[in-house]
């Protein structure tokens, strides 16, 4: 069901790029109530901007799925306020899923979500999930990340380093709380798009900190994918907010 809409730096190694995102995404809670306490910010993010994107692949290239609503540029400007029986949980990540938006597929074998529309509100709801996918501590990240990026330059450096981490981890990961508050889109035009979500961290004495997590995407045979034809630390950036002004909400109704 579409949700109800309620009218309202410096370039870093591949190593350090993928190490910043799994302690963010996976030690999120951490990371931010230290720069919340005022330490030292532990992440320095470039300025956010569409940026150089990559070759266009024309609009000939349909959904994966059969979606068939295709819109190629506008955006997404409301609150979603969305019924509580519709959200499900990806690890403790609440999500939810839009009828002829997404996700339309779900792997039998790995559980991983995929094919989301070509439409502004298709972006959203594919980087929602992704980083549902990215926060369950569940999941064996190289296999997600080998499922939401894109082929293009950097893909196979980022797996082979990611691997690299994995395999040296001494200790299992952690659920953290740390949900989708809102959500913007700062670039759109059908084939490459530029989503910030707002995070909120909470911990289990109930404080609060706000992060933004944006995500560059592009559509790539009929669906939507992290853009691994740019930099990594351009593919996504991460930054501290202080509270959800500015991002369309979402909430549970």
Do not use: K
Not at 88 to 113: I, M, N, S, W
Not at 193 to 218: H, N
Not at 220 to 248: A, H, K, V
């Amino acid at each position: 069901m579409v949700p109800t809409q309620v009218f309202g730096g410096s370039r870093v190694t591949l190593l350090m790029s993928v190490v910043v995102m799994v302690v963010v995404i996976i030690l999120g809670a951490f990371v931010g109530f230290r720069i919340a306490r005022g330490d030292d910010p532990v992440i320095e993010t470039p300025t956010i901007s569409p940026g150089d994107p990559s070759p266009t692949l024309g609009t000939d290239d349909p959904s994966v799925c059969g979606f068939d609503e295709v819109t190629l540029d506008g955006t997404v400007a409301a609150h979603w306020a969305i019924p509580r029986d519709e959200w499900v949980y990806q690890g403790r990540v609440g999500v939810f899923a839009g009828e002829g938006v997404g996700p339309g597929v779900t792997d039998p074998v790995t559980g991983l979500a995929s094919c989301f529309s070509r439409t502004p509100t298709g972006t959203v709801f594919a980087a929602m999930w992704a980083y549902a996918l990215m926060a369950d501590a569940s999941l064996d990240q190289v296999e997600v990340w080998a499922h939401l990026l894109a082929r293009g330059t950097y893909r196979d450096e980022l797996l082979a380093e990611l691997e690299e981490i994995e395999a040296s981890r001494t200790s299992p990961r952690e659920d953290r709380n740390a949900d989708i508050g809102g959500y913007r889109i700062l670039f759109y035009d059908g084939t490459h798009a530029w989503v910030d979500l707002a995070i909120v961290l909470t911990s289990d004495g109930g404080s609060t900190v706000y992060r933004s997590f944006a995500l560059r995407l592009t559509w790539q045979s009929g669906d939507w994918f992290l853009d691994s034809n740019t930099e990594p630390t351009s593919m996504w950036t991460i930054s501290r907010l202080s509270s959800l002004q500015g991002y369309w909400t979402i909430t549970m109704a």
